[in-house]
């Protein structure tokens, strides 16, 4: 089946390389064109409990809260109605006498469990699987927010682009309404419960215990704003635009806007202009290359209405994946008018103009097939937690792109829409995924409790923010469901597939498929063939893409959760299995169980996963599968398998730290063939194996590849068919250098080599990109590695001392880490303890500061080593 689709972007104003304030494309309109969207980040007190203080619960506030639902609730007559009388208690955390001097003061965003301490020992409070982190307990968060004449007549709403979980906010002692879903983005009207003057503004967030099968942290973990309108707007996401005839000559727009009417006791007519132009190089509007006819409409009070329009524009540039097509990206700005012409709201709408096609053989973007080269990540950015860093998740997708990664999938939540900016600027594609849970739970406290209430207004709410978004060519709406084999869960399938059709009908959906199998009911609802594991199958059997082939001819198949193969950075035991996959297990089968360790060939995965070999294999066995997304590209907090003693995971390519495990290699290897590369394992310091049989492998694109030890040949070898890496298995070790020569096409190509090191003898600092100046907007992010190598210059893999981290100037050390697993030092310290000869140190400079900072690193028996950065 071939849906075609335009996929166009409602960016929320954040750019590569670009540092300014991250939010919503559509605040840029400043207050003379009607609206005001600024930051409420700064300036927050903030507690904590392991247990309510307040006597409350969602339970007893579900009346007050569900009300907020309401305009992501279709049929009117199961609208949720406020109560009249106030909630049962008064909260004293939310009132304006309340002395916090006492309470911790911050910034946002916020993850109140990343600084940890980390729980030791057996049978913590939040295990291996939940990060060892303090997650759990009730988060009060305040500030004041003041208000002036200029304010006079404007709609005043907070909006959280996402809090975990169970928001509730207070405005004066009042309950505003909330929002459960800690994934959410969300917004309330603050108008009603405002006066002139300082108004106390509180924010409740409850983690309960078992809600979490892997680190999603806690607190007001995105971005907060205040947004100002006059009370006829264009409401919240309140725009979409699709696309038609897409071809390089010309393209259809097709442009909804919604406009709402929240005061006034009369209807108001207005009429609605749009603009469209090119995105500059700030992110800015450009030239502008057409605009659509205008519309008027009137809207009643309390009421919505929408105005259509539709335009066709020669010559507009298309949006499309790298490497093979480029990230063009374009900016409606639309306007309200009023009777006299003077303009009452000012909108912006970047989008990137593409076709999208779901054939049998996969995916096709303007006509060209883009296999999909894809990783799983979860949300979590290692050592910061859950707290969005932009300049953080700038690192990992790029760190990803270089790798060959051209597809996201947002495991298994929706992600921040910095995510999604930085996947349309960048040119990736994004696989939008929202429930993890239906109906029936994986853990006792997780989303299946408020499924059935906020099932609806969740999935409604997450299509409309997302669903302008070049990068995303497909939504999933559920991971492995419990219930994805039986009645129960088709018929949930069927409804919430056809809540998608309605609020985007131009994208197929899906879900990550983990135990249906061909025939089952579920299929039915879906229009893509999502399997986890399933295709491939495991290291020890073969899979089942042409069972479903069979049946499903018409189908794009691909794979949503692939590999799962586990591995420790550098860390390598002997001997590596004899295959091209093998199952590990935590009593030494491809692990360390004193160490906890997980070795690190690449050819070790779970019981229901596979090494990369063998996933690549079972891909290209089979060339109308459209792709996979592996498990993981980063290791992330939490499910640390098979050592649940453990703080994070060894599924990803990348450690948390951000340094590549050898495995980045083999998928670049694959993913990137044109890189000139080539990448030797183990390293060879291995005084204990003198003389011993000490196998050597290479990743490489090359085809052919002869290896020297010492000087002497090994032997020159040809990839064969369905082979990913070139494999010496009878290496004798004897210390000094490792060498290859890699070939492609007969020609040399690429060329590695690995000494034994000598001692230990000095500490190198270095910055990511050699990146050395940092802005002071309070955000931006200085990512120093430090190296312990020897007197060569080497990196000394065996070395493990532990650093000291010190800054100078004005700025600060956010957190350390090494990507160790085992690590249970708390982030924010400035002693880490190097893993595999490498640590990392995170800074960020003060706000409005200016001049230069200095990290210095120190350790036992070596000099300081020092990186200066300037402060831009």
């Not at 540092?19 to 409420?40: Q, W």
């Not at 929002?179 to 603050?190: I, Q």
């Not at 070795?599 to 109308?624: N, T």
């Not at 020159?716 to 010496?728: A, H, V």
Request: aromatic content about 10%.
């Amino acid at each position: 089946m071939a849906f075609q689709g335009i996929i166009i972007n409602l960016f929320r104003a954040t750019l590569l390389g670009l540092l300014f304030l991250v939010g919503d494309v559509s605040a840029r309109a400043n207050a003379s064109g009607g609206r005001e969207r600024t930051s409420l980040n700064a300036g927050w007190t903030f507690k904590r409990w392991e247990n309510a203080p307040d006597g409350l619960s969602y339970d007893q506030l579900k009346p007050w809260i569900l009300p907020g639902a309401n305009d992501f609730i279709v049929d009117k007559s199961t609208w949720h109605q406020r109560p009249t009388n106030k909630p049962p208690r008064n909260i004293q955390y939310a009132s304006a006498n309340f002395n916090d001097s006492n309470w911790t003061s911050l910034d946002l965003p916020h993850d109140w469990a990343i600084s940890g301490p980390f729980y030791d020992g057996d049978n913590p409070p939040v295990s291996g699987d939940g990060g060892r982190l303090p997650t759990q307990g009730v988060g009060w968060y305040r500030r004041t927010l003041s208000v002036d004449a200029s304010d006079s007549g404007k709609q005043i709403y907070i909006e959280l682009d996402g809090a975990m979980a169970y928001g509730t906010v207070w405005m004066n002692g009042n309950l505003v309404g909330g929002w459960p879903f800690g994934f959410a983005s969300w917004r309330l009207n603050l108008t009603p419960y405002m006066h002139h003057g300082d108004n106390q503004l509180a924010i409740r967030l409850e983690q309960p215990l078992d809600s979490q099968r892997w680190y999603q942290g806690a607190g007001i973990y995105r971005n907060v704003w205040i947004l100002k309108v006059n009370p006829v707007h264009i409401a919240q996401f309140g725009t979409y635009v699709t696309s038609s005839d897409v071809s390089t000559d010309s393209a259809t727009l097709n442009l909804d806007v919604l406009v709402e009417h929240t005061g006034g006791d009369h209807p108001m007519t207005v009429k609605v202009a749009t603009e469209v132009h090119v995105m500059d190089d700030s992110g800015n509007p450009g030239d502008q290359v057409g605009s659509f006819e205008s519309a008027t409409v009137t809207v009643a009070p309390t009421k919505k209405h929408s105005a259509h329009g539709t335009v066709t524009i020669p010559n507009l540039k298309l949006w499309g994946p790298i490497p093979s097509q480029k990230p063009n990206m374009h900016i409606l700005v639309t306007r309200l008018y009023n009777s006299k012409e003077e303009v009452i709201d000012t909108y912006q709408t970047p989008f990137g103009v593409r076709s999208t096609e779901y054939r049998d053989d996969g995916l096709y973007i303007n006509g060209e097939r883009i296999y999909l080269q894809g990783v799983c990540r979860h949300d979590d950015l290692g050592s910061l937690g859950v707290a969005v860093h932009q300049p953080a998740l700038e690192r990992q997708i790029d760190m990803l792109s270089e790798m060959g990664t051209n597809a996201i999938r947002t495991s298994h939540n929706p992600p921040s829409s910095e995510l999604l900016d930085l996947a349309d600027r960048m040119g990736l594609v994004v696989l939008d995924e929202i429930f993890d849970a239906w109906n029936n739970p994986k853990m006792s406290n997780d989303f299946h409790l408020i499924f059935g209430d906020w099932a609806e207004p969740d999935l409604r709410s997450f299509i409309r923010r997302d669903r302008n978004h070049p990068s995303v060519w497909a939504w999933s709406y559920g991971n492995e469901i419990p219930e994805q084999g039986n009645q129960q869960g088709d018929d949930t399938s069927k409804r919430l597939r056809a809540i998608i059709s309605e609020e985007d009908p131009t994208r197929a959906a899906t879900l990550g498929l983990n135990n249906a199998g061909p025939g089952s009911g579920i299929i039915a609802n879906i229009d893509l063939i999502g399997l986890n594991y399933q295709g491939e199958g495991n290291s020890d059997s073969g899979g089942n893409f042409d069972s479903w082939r069979s049946q499903y001819e018409r189908m794009m198949i691909f794979t949503t959760e692939s590999s799962s193969a586990v591995s420790s950075r550098d860390t390598f035991l002997f001997p590596p299995p004899d295959g091209n996959s093998a199952t590990m297990d935590e009593n030494g089968t491809g692990t360390d169980p004193n160490t906890h360790q997980v070795s690190s060939w690449g050819l070790w995965a779970v019981g229901w996963g596979a090494s990369p070999d063998h996933v690549f294999a079972a891909q290209d066995s089979h060339p109308y599968v459209g792709g996979e997304f592996v498990w993981t590209g980063w290791d992330y907090l939490g499910e640390p398998t098979p050592f649940l003693s453990s703080r994070s995971s060894y599924f990803g390519i990348i450690d948390l730290a951000g340094f590549p495990k050898p495995r980045y290699w083999e998928y670049q290897a694959r993913w990137n063939p044109n890189i000139r590369m080539a990448h030797i394992i183990p390293h060879w310091n291995w005084p204990d194996r003198d003389g011993e049989s000490t196998p050597v492998h290479v990743f490489s694109s090359a085809d052919e590849a002869e290896l020297f030890v010492n000087g002497q040949s090994q032997g020159r070898i040809t990839k064969g068919n369905l082979e990913y890496r070139f494999r010496w298995d009878n290496v004798t070790y004897a210390a000094g250098e490792v060498s290859v020569v890699t070939y492609k096409g007969g020609d040399e190509w690429a060329n590695a080599t690995v000494r034994t090191t000598g001692t230990a003898s000095g500490l190198v600092l270095s910055a990511y990109k050699d990146r050395t100046s940092i802005a002071a907007d309070g955000s931006d992010l200085l990512f120093v590695a430090v190296d312990i190598v020897d007197d060569n210059g080497d990196t000394v893999p065996t070395a493990e001392p532990t650093i000291s981290f010190s800054i100078d100037g004005p700025g600060q050390i956010l957190s350390t880490d090494n990507g160790d697993s085992t690590d249970l030092t708390a982030f924010p310290s400035t002693d880490r303890k190097a893993f595999r000869g490498k640590a990392l140190c995170i800074v960020r400079a003060n706000k409005g500061a200016s001049g230069a900072i200095t990290v210095t690193a120190n350790a036992d028996g070596f000099d300081a080593a020092n990186l200066e950065a300037t402060i831009a």
